[in-house]
Nanobody, 125 residues
């Protein structure tokens, strides 16, 4: 029963940067994994990045080299640093968590049972 709250979204121009934050409660960082997904209108939810309890990170090919996922256990915060933003990055971004997750499934939205409300990222051309 993890509570997640995202913040940091906004309207920016192509090439700009944004940093998303997700404040958490519970013991999410003690096990399992946390992730960022995004969803544009009319499209299915898309994996962006994930971080396991041991610190190992995973990225979608479309954001690798531009985005960085990180965590701060002392502050119970998950972050996503987004650089070189493109119009294709425009979407509602969601923080997700799972107490137990297998490595082969951590890129799938169905692997996560806790979700935040979402924060909108809009990138203008």
């Amino acid at each position: 029963q993890v509570q997640l709250v995202e913040s940091g979204g906004g309207l920016v121009q192509t090439g700009s940067s944004l940093r998303l934050s997700c404040t958490t409660s519970g013991s999410t960082f003690s096990s399992g994994a946390m992730a960022w997904f995004r969803q544009a209108p009319g499209k299915e939810r898309e994996f962006v990045a994930a971080i396991k309890w041991n610190g190992y990170t995973y990225y979608a090919d479309s954001v690798k080299g531009r985005f960085t996922i990180s965590r701060d256990k002392t502050k119970n915060t998950l972050s996503l640093q987004m650089n070189s933003l493109e119009p294709e990055d425009t979407a509602a971004h969601y923080c997700a968590a799972s107490r137990t997750v297998i490595q082969s499934a951590l890129r799938q939205s169905t692997a996560y049972n806790s979700w935040g409300q979402g924060t909108q990222v809009t990138v203008s051309s």
